[in-house]
């Protein structure tokens, strides 16, 4: 996928859940954190886990989607699923590794993340710069550098 | 601009706790009763067409109709197998969304997804089993005049129908990341159940012919012979249950937390009185000790327990199906866990 992805630093979110909110708004119209498309979990010792659709290469839920309402984009990789078409079987929900499709039950269709057409809203409120819209190949090496640290912090446990 | 802040009131009321470690709540009650009576049916229609080539069959139960056209309704007592799976089909519209009226499009994508293969060979059951059992009923002369394309017909439902009970299993074995539904076992512990359940349904089915002929003889033969291999079929069930649980206690620690739901958790009773007891203990119990007495109140007892556990064992599945913890979730717990390691964007390029 040569497009752009979004790039979630999870150490720089201070779980103030304005993605959350911005992305519910931009979506829906109004403040419904179960129908924002961007999810923040709270771990126990209160580190904040931002969680969105990864828009995988070979998508689960769109290999899994019966009626290829859920889809892959063929310009940006995109992964998209198509309102009109989506019986809202929720295969794709149940599909996804990341628990990111979601069932909208206002809507009753199953919803992801669309990166908002180009101009994710998530990005433009976040203020620590906890999440980034940058181009693919610069998001895979910063997960490369977090890998390398994680094996580094290893080989220094007792 | 000043950035936005979210009162911390606000902010503590919400419930940020994520969903790892908990079953799934996207396929519930409707998708179990698909599967159920998806299996039900098509084991119920193998068994009465296999009983049927060894010569166990209902006495006939002819009415003629003005213009002399003859019915045999005895056949539809066992051939109800592919409305029984139209009717699990059809449940499956109060679990779609607003878009329900499109349900026949979900045949289009049979090259990667299950529910669409299954859309397809679901239909093809329904559509040749209704045939069989509608030539059965309503030309029951038919098939003796035409003996050779009636069994290609007959076999070929068969294929259909196992196609369908073990495709239920298939389709819970596609999802890959709920440790509970991807194992191995999955189809072939639906089909044993499906084989199971469809037999106590044909055996249901002679009680009501011998309720409805008051003739113990013209059930005698099909009823017996279901009995005698019910035991058997349990068995199967019974071992393949075993080492299904076997399989997810030293698997990943998700497939671990399914089946202590099931052994010791919120699944408890269900598993231990549902699917244990109902579906396998007492029905196996109640067939050894009817081999020798031969009775009916006992056989209708098996039947209706095996009915209830085999619809208890999808539910039972569906709810112990926890996703596997994701990556980035389980790098957080790490993460959290050792605070002496540095952030990472420390090695981020300036």
Same mark, same amino acid.
């Given at each position: 996928?040569?497009?752009?992805?979004?790039?979630?630093?999870?150490?720089?979110?201070?779980?103030?859940?304005?993605?959350?909110?911005?992305?519910?708004?931009?979506?829906?119209?109004?403040?419904?954190?179960?129908?924002?498309?961007?999810?923040?979990?709270?771990?126990?010792?209160?580190?904040?886990?931002?969680?969105?659709?990864?828009?995988?290469?070979?998508?689960?839920?769109?290999?899994?989607?019966?009626?290829?309402?859920?889809?892959?984009?063929?310009?940006?990789?995109?992964?998209?699923?198509?309102?009109?078409?989506?019986?809202?079987?929720?295969?794709?929900?149940?599909?996804?590794?990341?628990?990111?499709?979601?069932?909208?039950?206002?809507?009753?269709?199953?919803?992801?993340?669309?990166?908002?057409?180009?101009?994710?809203?998530?990005?433009?409120?976040?203020?620590?710069?906890?999440?980034?819209?940058?181009?693919?190949?610069?998001?895979?090496?910063?997960?490369?550098?977090?890998?390398?640290?994680?094996?580094?912090?290893?080989?220094?446990?007792? | 601009?000043?950035?936005?802040?979210?009162?911390?009131?606000?902010?503590?009321?919400?419930?940020?706790?994520?969903?790892?470690?908990?079953?799934?709540?996207?396929?519930?009650?409707?998708?179990? #009763?698909? &599967?159920? /009576?998806? +299996?039900?049916?098509?084991?119920?229609?193998? *068994? =009465?067409? !296999? @009983?049927?080539? $060894?010569?166990?069959?209902?006495?006939?139960?002819?009415?003629?109709?003005?213009?002399?056209?003859?019915?045999?309704?005895?056949?539809?007592?066992?051939?109800?197998?592919?409305?029984?799976?139209?009717?699990?089909?059809?449940?499956?519209?109060?679990?779609?969304?607003?878009?329900?009226?499109?349900?026949?499009?979900?045949?289009?994508?049979?090259?990667?997804?299950?529910?669409?293969? #299954?859309? &397809?060979? /679901?239909? +093809?059951?329904?559509?040749?089993?209704?045939? *069989? =059992?509608? !030539? @059965?009923?309503? $030309?029951?002369?038919?098939?003796?005049?035409?003996?050779?394309?009636?069994?290609?017909?007959?076999?070929?439902?068969?294929?259909?129908?196992?196609?369908?009970?073990?495709?239920?299993?298939?389709?819970?074995?596609?999802?890959?990341?709920?440790?509970?539904?991807?194992?191995?076992?999955?189809?072939?512990?639906?089909?044993?159940?499906?084989?199971?359940?469809?037999?106590?349904?044909?055996?249901?089915?002679?009680?009501?012919?011998?309720?409805?002929?008051?003739?113990?003889?013209?059930?005698?033969?099909?009823?017996?012979?279901?009995?005698?291999?019910?035991?058997?079929?349990?068995?199967?069930?019974?071992?393949?249950?075993?080492?299904?649980?076997?399989?997810?206690?030293?698997?990943?620690?998700?497939?671990?937390?399914?089946?202590?739901?099931?052994?010791?958790?919120?699944?408890?009773?269900?598993?231990?009185?549902?699917?244990?007891?109902?579906?396998?203990?007492?029905?196996?119990?109640?067939?050894?000790?009817?081999?020798?007495?031969?009775?009916?109140?006992?056989?209708?007892?098996?039947?209706?327990?095996?009915?209830?556990?085999?619809?208890?064992?999808?539910?039972?599945?569906?709810?112990?199906?926890?996703?596997?913890?994701?990556?980035?979730?389980?790098?957080?717990?790490?993460?959290?866990?050792?605070?002496?390691?540095?952030?990472?964007?420390?090695?981020?390029?300036?």
């Amino acid at each position: 996928m040569n497009g752009k992805v979004l790039l979630v630093d999870e150490e720089k979110c201070d779980g103030c859940l304005l993605c959350a909110i911005a992305c519910s708004i931009a979506h829906t119209g109004q403040i419904d954190l179960v129908r924002s498309h961007f999810k923040v979990w709270r771990t126990e010792e209160q580190l904040h886990v931002p969680l969105t659709c990864h828009h995988c290469e070979t998508p689960s839920c769109a290999a899994a989607c019966p009626t290829k309402a859920c889809h892959q984009d063929a310009e940006g990789g995109r992964v998209l699923i198509d309102d009109a078409k989506c019986i809202a079987c929720r295969t794709c929900v149940v599909a996804c590794p990341f628990g990111h499709a979601h069932y909208d039950p206002v809507a009753r269709v199953s919803t992801k993340c669309d990166y908002c057409d180009g101009e994710p809203e998530c990005v433009r409120v976040c203020a620590p710069g906890a999440i980034r819209y940058v181009y693919s190949d610069e998001s895979s090496g910063h997960r490369r550098r977090a890998a390398a640290q994680v094996r580094a912090a290893r080989r220094l446990e007792p | 601009m000043a950035p936005l802040v979210v009162p911390a009131d606000l902010l503590a009321r919400i419930d940020a706790t994520p969903r790892t470690g908990r079953p799934q709540i996207s396929w519930e009650a409707s998708i179990a #009763g698909y &599967l159920y /009576l998806g +299996g039900l049916g098509a084991g119920a229609y193998i *068994v =009465a067409v !296999v @009983a049927g080539w $060894l010569g166990l069959t209902l006495a006939p139960a002819r009415i003629t109709l003005i213009g002399g056209w003859v019915w045999d309704w005895s056949r539809a007592l066992v051939l109800w197998g592919p409305f029984a799976t139209a009717l699990g089909a059809s449940l499956l519209i109060f679990h779609l969304g607003k878009n329900w009226f499109l349900f026949y499009t979900a045949c289009k994508n049979p090259r990667t997804s299950w529910l669409a293969r #299954g859309f &397809l060979i /679901l239909s +093809g059951f329904i559509v040749v089993g209704g045939v *069989v =059992a509608a !030539v @059965a009923v309503f $030309l029951p002369s038919w098939p003796d005049r035409h003996l050779g394309l009636w069994r290609v017909l007959e076999a070929v439902g068969v294929v259909l129908a196992f196609g369908t009970a073990i495709y239920t299993g298939l389709l819970l074995r596609s999802i890959k990341y709920i440790p509970a539904w991807n194992a191995p076992l999955i189809p072939f512990l639906f089909l044993a159940s499906a084989l199971s359940t469809g037999a106590m349904g044909v055996l249901m089915g002679a009680m009501v012919h011998r309720l409805l002929v008051a003739d113990a003889a013209s059930v005698h033969g099909l009823a017996r012979g279901v009995e005698a291999i019910e035991p058997l079929l349990i068995a199967i069930e019974a071992t393949l249950l075993v080492l299904y649980v076997r399989y997810l206690k030293k698997g990943k620690p998700e497939g671990l937390l399914s089946a202590g739901l099931w052994l010791s958790g919120s699944w408890r009773y269900g598993f231990w009185g549902g699917i244990v007891g109902l579906s396998l203990a007492l029905p196996f119990a109640l067939a050894l000790v009817n081999l020798g007495l031969r009775s009916d109140l006992l056989a209708v007892i098996a039947s209706a327990s095996v009915l209830s556990g085999g619809f208890v064992l999808r539910m039972g599945v569906l709810g112990i199906g926890v996703k596997e913890t994701p990556p980035l979730y389980k790098f957080a717990l790490w993460r959290a866990q050792h605070p002496a390691v540095g952030p990472s964007s420390a090695l981020e390029r300036p």
